[in-house]
């Protein structure tokens, strides 16, 4: 058994098994969660859902109460060190030293990683419009971000953790943080797990999505299959009509003889099985990763 784990463990960048950790007024709850290396994972959930607690305690900044934390195939709880330097992690919390120059804050981590990558480094310089010579006290809120996405990058971690990275940010900041992601995309050893609230940010980088909220993960698939299964479905209804018995069929709305229903496990045998409930369906709907997104929530609650 132990040889089938090392070898899941080998295939995998974060592993998360049974992970809870109980504070006075909120509890992460049994979170499970498996990312595959090379591969790009979405984590979704409003603000306080668990997020940044699940990022700390892959950072090894917080210890759980109980479960299994394995990251690049190795326990936390045992080599934090070894992991710490192959994966760079961001969070809005995390500060510069504001008096130093960017150019100070380069030599600074280079001088701590050897995998840093000079040329690397120079390039994000140019591409994020940043003087190596100006304070980090004198940087707008963008630029504060853009150095510290530098000081990650140029190291060419192997997992990548980043909580929140476009927060706050103008519309072109977004632009270039997230063009300079999708670059990292393109190299299949790197490994990212992106959390956000905002489904847009998360649709157009990542492979697969985990909804939190309230300290638990409701839904977790692959972005195509989520878009794929959910549809919104308009039906007229006769005197008495009751929605059929449908795994992932569940009733938005109804206004004398309309009703709006939606479904997560969508395919052709629900148009039949309306039909024969005595439904007539005017239209059928995909929704938006937002709209799942909210539909998942509303249902975990419910």
Known sequence: MSAI??????????HLESVGKRYKHFELKNVSLCIPKGTVAGLIGPNGAGKTTTMR???????????????????ISTNETAVKKEVGYF???????KPE????????????FPSWDDEYA?????????????????LSHGQRVKTMLLLILARRP??????EPTNGLDPVAKYEVHTEIMRVVKDEDRTILYSSHNTQDVEQICDSITFIDRGQVIASSDCSEFLAKWRRIKVV?????????????????ELNRYRVLTTSAYTEDVHELLNRSGAAIESVEALSLEEIFVQSVIRGRG
């Open 101 to 112: 120059s960017v150019s100070w804050h380069i030599q600074f981590v280079k001088s701590l």
């Open 5 to 14: 784990n090392n070898t899941v463990d080998s295939q995998l960048a974060i």
């Open 237 to 253: 209804v006769p005197d008495g009509w009751h929605p059929p018995a449908l795994d992932g069929l569940g009733l938005d709305s």
């Open 158 to 163: 192997k997992l990548l953790i980043l909580d």
């Open 91 to 97: 969070s809005d919390d995390m500060r510069l030293y």
């Open 57 to 75: 305690i892959l950072m090894g900044l917080v210890t759980p109460d109980h479960g299994t934390v394995r990251v690049l195939g190795q326990a």
């Open 122 to 138: 120079d390039e994000l310089t140019r591409r994020f419009g940043l003087i190596p010579e100006q304070s980090i006290k004198s």
